[in-house]
């Protein structure tokens, strides 16, 4: 099957597929999972093709979510806040192309950024530096 990846990767891959039944609060939806060999600990991801068949409406501006065939019936949208690690053999290694976009004087304030800012941004540190909204 030509799956194509989260990443924009394609590529012909000899998947399982798997019907299952999803249930959210009153729909149970069925759906087809695509299962990749030699993959663990992923998480699921559903996407568009699951929001249109539930028929979910979200409402991002009220952060809040319903189904079409109960409208009066409104959920809190609740996103994850567990910030997920991701391994690296390398942390400091630049793409090839890292860089070369930006002109002589956004090349220095970058720099400037990265001098002013060194203390939250060096290797290795695991804390939340992004903060959290509420």
């Known amino acids: 099957m030509i799956v ?3 990443d924009g990767s394609v590529n012909n ?3 399982k597929l798997a019907d299952v039944i999803v249930t959210l609060k009153h729909l ?4 087809t999972f695509i299962i990749l ?3 663990s600990n992923n998480e699921t991801l559903l996407g568009i093709d699951f929001i249109r068949k539930a028929g979910l409406i979200i409402n991002l501006s009220t952060n809040t979510w319903l189904t079409a065939d109960r409208p009066h019936v409104i959920y809190p949208l609740r996103c994850e ?3 997920h690690t991701i391994e690296c053999a ?3 290694v ?7 976009m930006l002109s002589p004087p956004e090349r220095d304030d970058l720099a400037r950024l990265l001098q002013e800012y060194q203390d939250i941004l060096h290797k290795g540190r695991t804390d939340d530096v992004c903060g959290t909204s509420h």
């Open 81 to 83: 806040t567990s910030v």
């Open 90 to 92: 390398s942390t400091d």
């Open 28 to 31: 149970n939806i069925p759906l």
């Open 94 to 100: 630049l793409r090839i192309d890292e860089g070369t």
């Open 13 to 15: 891959i000899n998947v």
């Open 37 to 39: 060999p030699n993959s």
């Open 4 to 6: 194509k990846l989260a």
